[in-house]
């Protein structure tokens, strides 16, 4: 799901937990909080709700990114990779 907003360019505000700090990049892509934190995830939130030039910029940032770095021949790609480098073991 959160490759899903990024593509949309909507910023993202998650628990620091798993691979999300992947996608969730502090400050570029959106808010990242302690896990189990909820007072954390709450700051995290009323941030981009209150400054609207970084939401704005957290939007961009995040087309930008899912442009970039997640394309589908890009991943077409990726995959192609790792099954040839399988194939060689």
């Given at each position: 799901?959160?490759?899903?907003?990024?593509?949309?360019?909507?910023?993202?505000?998650?628990?620091?937990?798993?691979?999300?700090?992947?996608?969730?990049?502090?400050?570029?892509?959106?808010?990242?909080?302690?896990?189990?934190?909820?007072?954390?995830?709450?700051?995290?939130?009323?941030?981009?709700?209150e400054?609207?030039?970084?939401?704005?910029?957290?939007?961009?940032?995040?087309r930008?990114?899912?442009?970039?770095?997640?394309?589908?021949?890009?991943?077409?790609?990726?995959?192609?990779?790792?099954?040839?480098?399988?194939?060689?073991?």
């Open positions: 799901m959160l490759q899903e907003s990024l593509a949309c360019g909507t910023p993202m505000v998650s628990f620091r937990v798993g691979g999300v700090s992947d996608l969730v990049r502090p400050g570029i892509t959106g808010y990242l909080a302690n896990s189990e934190d909820v007072q954390d995830m709450t700051r995290g939130i009323v941030q981009l709700l400054n609207e030039e970084l939401l704005k910029q957290m939007r961009v940032n995040c930008e990114i899912a442009v970039e770095e997640y394309s589908l021949t890009l991943q077409a790609k990726r995959y192609a990779e790792l099954y040839q480098s399988l194939l060689k073991d």
